[in-house]
């Protein structure tokens, strides 16, 4: 173990896992919460789009994903806010025409090829640079800020927009910087994860999470630190074993994480279950006796 921790890639592999296990579940809370669990699928495929245009124009893909994934994500939060079409069908949209655009894109792109895209549809964590890890620690704090300065806000957003209206909040500002922070939140997890799977590490740790606990900021604590274990874990499965995709493990690990907090979560909840019934006996034998 101390061998790998010397070695530069392990070593910048590790600083993306702990970045992306961070600020995916920390977004995801908020995503989950307003029922838009797909919404990291769509913004995914989108992505794919920027990715293939950094090809063809010869720029860093990640910056263009950023650009292009920001874009699609103002554009299905303004669709789904007017009320044009149902949020599920304009999800729909940015799944299909993302993925057509990345192919159209990297095939016409000077000496491009689809199967370039493999690294960034299922992630290639071990292929990280320095430079991926500035641009991916710069997302990653803008993301972290805008949870902690706007974090109260979000969660009324997300609880009630009715009632966050009401209140005076500023509800189009605020759904668009979910759907903004949700697209950046993206683009950093795509060179761990992939863009196919990126979602399920926004959403499986915080469905864990609520398992064991109901409380807004206990669950997002406890969903960002299954993020990191799973991320560090599916990275340290796939060091051991070349054959073990990281992306796929991490994923796996999360969901392992899922089956056991479930497991878990009902027995605790029998035996509160079970103690408040008891209790209520108690009760009644005591006002009996009285």
């Known amino acids: 173990m101390m061998e790998l921790l010397q070695e530069q890639l392990f070593q910048l ?9 961070l600020c995916a579940p920390a977004v995801g809370t908020f ?9 990291g699928d769509g913004i995914g495929h989108v992505a794919l789009t920027g990715v293939a245009l950094g090809f063809l124009t010869g720029t860093a893909p990640v910056l263009t ?6 874009v699609g994500a103002v554009a299905i939060e303004l669709v789904r806010a007017r009320g044009r ?5 304009a999800l729909a949209l940015l799944f299909y025409g993302g993925i057509a655009g990345g192919v159209m894109l990297m095939g016409i792109a000077p000496g491009g090829s689809n199967a370039k895209l493999n690294s960034y549809l299922f992630g290639a964590i071990a292929s990280v640079t320095p430079q991926d890890i500035w641009v991916i620690g710069a997302l990653a704090v803008a993301v972290i800020a805008v949870v902690v300065i706007f974090g109260r806000e979000l969660f009324v957003l997300c609880q009630d927009e009715e ?3 009401a209140s005076g909040l500023p509800v189009r500002f605020l759904s668009l910087l979910i759907a903004v922070t949700a697209a950046l939140t993206v683009v950093i997890a795509m060179r761990v994860v992939g863009l196919l799977l990126v979602s399920a590490l926004m959403v499986i740790p915080v469905a864990t999470s609520q398992q064991l606990t109901r409380g807004f900021r ?5 969903a960002m630190l299954f993020g990191v274990l799973a991320s560090v874990g599916g990275l340290l499965a796939s060091t051991y074993s070349a054959k073990v995709p990281p992306g796929a493990a991490i994923v796996l690990l999360a969901l392992a994480g899922f089956v056991l907090a479930l497991a878990i979560g009902r027995f605790v909840r029998r035996g509160r279950t079970q103690e408040s019934t008891v209790s209520e ?3 009644l034998r005591t006002e009996e006796a009285a």
């Not at 995503?31 to 919404?39: N, W």
């Not at 994903?65 to 920001?70: D, E, F, H, K, R």
């Not at 079409?85 to 069908?89: F, K, L, M, Q, R």
């Open 13 to 21: 592999a590790l600083v993306a896992a702990l970045l992306v296990g």
């Open 31 to 39: 995503i989950v919460q307003r029922r838009l669990a797909l919404l």
């Open 65 to 70: 994903a950023v650009i292009v994934s920001v």
């Open 85 to 89: 079409t149902s949020g599920d069908v």
């Open 163 to 165: 009632m966050a209206r």
């Open 218 to 222: 206990t669950t997002m604590g406890l």
């Open 281 to 283: 006996r108690a009760k």
